[in-house]
């Protein structure tokens, strides 16, 4: 058989990524002899994905209550894809920061849109009947959610309002993680108690929660964005960027996600109290809440009237 040049060269190549290695070339080419072509379904894992709907009831629109989650968890991990890389980057450069701001406020804003479907896509009556059944869990658990938030802003930047004097870049992990603003969601408001639905989230991801807040310490984006050059820092399409990751993630994201609660919780069909039991209309708004990853870029009028 004549093998051209085209084929010599791949093979070439081939041999020397494996020499790199101490891996046999023949013995890789020979097991691509036996290795079974791709499909779609294998490559996506379409059967593993499309069988992880399970109800809980026998109420039709929970099965769009957990598949909407489900969509909401895989975009929060497109996010924290795009944020590693922007994090874990050496020499960043203003172009891709920018660009790749842009990529993670796009998921953001499609999460924002999305929220119709939870807003007008379930029967109120349905949704006030299973969420019974899925008391005292509430999405306040998604870890993922979290780790955007560690990921994106300085720590301080977390901490509840009332506590941040006492806290500075000395505070241990630990306690400063006592302090983070949602907490407040957590504990009774009388005795300050913590609720069984923090106390689970806390067994299950605290220490996961402190490595991560660790490590984001020194390359959340509002460190990388202050360690690039002066120059760079005023670079209107990267301010542009920040300020729209900002606004989308802490406005916009959170008024789609009220306003879809309100709908039921509000309802008057139930008791109006949420499944995870906050003091939910006052946690949940931008206005009182104030989380603002990067407060240095907006001006004062802008700070005051947060949310409004
Ligand atoms: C009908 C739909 C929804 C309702 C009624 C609702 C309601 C609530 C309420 C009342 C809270 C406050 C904590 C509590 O007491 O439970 C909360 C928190 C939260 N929910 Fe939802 N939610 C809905 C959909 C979603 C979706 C689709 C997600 C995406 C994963 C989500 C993610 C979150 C997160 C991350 C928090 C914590 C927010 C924070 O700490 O600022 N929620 N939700």
């Known amino acids: 058989m004549q093998i051209s040049s085209e084929i010599e060269i791949q093979i070439q190549k081939l041999d020397e990524k494996f020499k790199e290695i101490d891996q046999k070339t023949t013995t890789h080419l020979e097991g691509l002899l036996w290795s079974k072509p791709i499909t779609y379904w294998d490559y996506i894992q379409t059967d593993a994905l499309l069988n992880l709907q399970t109800q809980r009831t026998t109420l039709p629109d929970e099965m769009i209550f957990i598949m909407y989650h489900q969509v909401n968890e895989l975009l929060f991990k497109m996010i924290l894809w795009e944020i590693n890389q922007v994090c874990h980057c050496e020499k960043l450069e203003t172009q891709f920061f920018t660009e790749r701001l842009m990529r993670i406020s796009r998921y953001f804003d499609m999460l924002t849109t999305s929220f119709d479907i939870m807003g007008d896509g379930m029967e109120v009556e349905q949704y006030m009947k299973f969420r019974n059944t899925l008391t005292p869990a509430s999405g306040f658990q998604s870890a993922q ?121 509000d309802s008057g069909k139930g008791n109006g109290e949420a499944t995870g039991g906050s003091d939910w209309k006052k946690y949940m708004h931008p206005k009182y809440q104030r989380r603002i990853f990067f407060p240095e870029l907006w001006t004062k009028d802008e700070l005051a009237t947060w949310g409004e």
């Open 145 to 265: 959610y979290r780790l955007i938030e560690f990921a994106s802003t300085d720590l301080i930047n977390l901490i509840d309002h009332r506590f941040r004097v006492t806290i500075d870049r000395k505070t241990p992990y630990d306690h400063a993680f006592e302090h983070l603003y949602w907490q407040a969601a957590g504990k009774d408001h009388k005795t300050g108690k913590k609720s069984y639905l923090i106390l689970e989230f806390e067994r299950k991801y605290k220490a996961e929660f402190l490595r991560h807040m660790e490590e984001y310490n020194t390359i959340n984006i509002w460190q990388k964005f202050k360690q690039l050059p002066k120059a760079d820092q005023v670079n209107p399409d990267l301010i542009a960027a920040m300020r729209h990751f900002d606004k989308t993630v802490n406005i916009t994201w959170v008024m789609g996600h009220l306003n879809a609660a309100k709908k039921y919780i």
